[in-house]
């Protein structure tokens, strides 16, 4: 296969995502121009901030879709560390000495062909990877499974040597005992006990580790730690295939449509496989909307979903009366903030538009003795006189998500494209043995009040002070009185 070259730049955004056969012959094209593949790297944004991430959180997950460029990502960094030559628009964690670090796959096999093929290049072609060939010192072969590495020594920019060891899941928990490593890099999901023995070794270095890979085992226990449990260790970005840019915008929904059906969201948007267990069971493309500017005459609503250790959680949304359409237009979702600190955020989606709030907003405070509700009242947010209940005064739960999912699959919610918390929780909403799992779930339950009370929702001032004149130039019986 021949591969025509143009420069540098014209091609080095879409690498990442190219099949490994083109990508590796490239590369043999490439060295002859003395690039290598470090130097294409052009990290898309997603891959910025998972990189970036690094300097604050120890673990971190990458969960992206399948080709969208994830292992490459976890391959560039990898040798970024190994040589200590971190490009100009590095914003992540930077080691300034040698490191030890170990990179694993599920098998000896995929290890190889995939972790050690994008590292240090494919079979028989070493320094056709992401470590250039000029720093790779030495290698040895590991036991029992052809062609694999036990390791490779690495020229550090420092002079001294950085270490690579090739691990795998299989080995079992006990091969993943040893010394003090740096860095971890997961490539697919580890098992637990796996993850747990390779994160402790990064202990005594103060080191850290990350994982690369499509969530197809569903809400696993190392999945749920980074989805659901609050640590100030974790890391989570979510890259889908719309992130990735070397996939024509034509080619995704035939590669989408390639996926088995139960497998789609995971394979193509890093969303966790919940199969029959989800709650909203409907395709993102119902109830996704560009943003636009609202038309004036829609009245609007707040609602809010109360919380301090799992998030609190608000969202504003517009009503078109004539389509009985609901657009979420805003989402704002923090953990461990007072009351003063979300009316501050939320105060600039409007200070007249009034708030939905739960039953527990009737609950006492046990510091000041105030209703969480009045708290925010206080501090200048419009609150409803009452909780959030439907016209006949009940406010069940299953009744308000019939209601959600009624209008998803009717086209009477819409969801602005750029509310990515939103669509992370609508994604992972789903029930277990039948019953509501209650994690993630903050801005889908702050979305339940604001449907339950769309009724509610009203006009900006002036507009409703222009509707009463109007209305009052009727009653006395102006034939102009509707222009």
Not at 74 to 101: K, N, Q
Not at 114 to 138: F, M, Y
Not at 435 to 463: F, G, H, Q, S, W
Request: hydrophobic fraction near 35%; include cysteine; proline fraction near 6%.
């Amino acid at each position: 296969m021949s591969v025509s070259l143009g420069s540098q730049n014209s091609w080095a955004s879409i690498a990442s995502g190219l099949p490994p056969d083109q990508l590796d012959e490239i590369l043999r094209q490439l060295e002859e121009l003395q690039y290598t593949r470090l130097a294409l790297y052009q990290p898309y944004e997603k891959q910025k901030a998972f990189h970036a991430a690094g300097v604050s959180f120890r673990e971190r997950l990458l969960r992206a879709g399948n080709q969208n460029g994830k292992t490459f990502c976890g391959g560039c960094e990898g040798a970024y560390h190994l040589t200590g030559d971190y490009p100009s628009w590095w914003t992540g964690r930077r080691f300034d000495v040698p490191i030890m670090m170990w990179a694993a796959g599920v098998t000896g096999e995929t290890t190889r062909d995939n972790v050690q093929r994008v590292l240090l290049g494919p079979l028989g072609e070493l320094g056709a990877g992401s470590v250039p060939k000029d720093r790779i010192v030495d290698t040895a072969p590991a036991r029992g499974i052809a062609d694999l590495l036990d390791y490779a020594k690495i020229r550090h920019v420092s002079g001294g040597l950085s270490t690579l060891r090739f691990k795998y899941y299989e080995q079992g928990r006990q091969k993943w005992q040893g010394p003090p490593v740096h860095v971890v890099w997961y490539d697919e999901e580890p098992p637990a006990d796996i993850y747990d023995e390779g994160l402790a070794r990064t202990i005594a270095t103060h080191g850290m580790a990350y994982m690369t890979f499509t969530p197809l085992l569903g809400m696993s226990d190392v999945v749920r730690r980074f989805l659901t449990e609050n640590s100030p260790d974790r890391h989570d970005t979510n890259m889908t295939i719309d992130d990735a840019l070397h996939i024509p915008a034509e080619e995704r929904a035939r590669i989408i449509a390639s996926f088995p059906a139960h497998e789609r969201e995971a394979r193509s948007k890093g969303t966790p496989v919940l199969g029959s267990g989800r709650i909203f069971p409907v395709e993102e493309s119902l109830i996704t909307i560009d943003p636009f500017q609202l038309p004036p005459y829609w009245p609007q609503l707040g609602a809010m979903d109360f919380g301090w250790d799992h998030p609190f959680a608000a969202v504003k949304g517009a009503f078109d009366p004539d389509t009985d359409t609901i657009y979420i237009t805003n989402a704002y979702r923090a953990r461990q903030e007072t009351p003063i600190m979300h009316a501050a955020a939320l105060k600039p989606w409007g200070k007249w538009i009034p708030w939905a709030w739960p039953h527990d907003g009737l609950q006492h405070d046990k510091g000041s003795g105030d209703q969480l509700a009045k708290q925010y009242e206080d501090h200048g947010l419009n609150m409803m006189g009452q909780r959030a209940t439907f016209s006949d005064g009940s406010n069940g739960v299953e009744a308000g998500l019939m209601e959600m999912l009624d209008r998803m699959q009717t086209g009477r919610i819409k969801v602005f494209r750029h509310l990515n918390e939103w669509f992370e929780e609508f994604r992972l909403y789903h029930r277990k043995e039948g019953k509501v799992v209650k994690e993630a779930d903050d801005l889908m339950a702050a979305t339940r009040y604001l449907v339950m009370m769309i009724r509610n929702a009203l006009l900006p001032p002036e507009l409703r002070a222009e509707n009463r004149r109007k209305r009052e130039r009727q009653q006395a019986g102006d034939p102009l009185a509707g222009f």
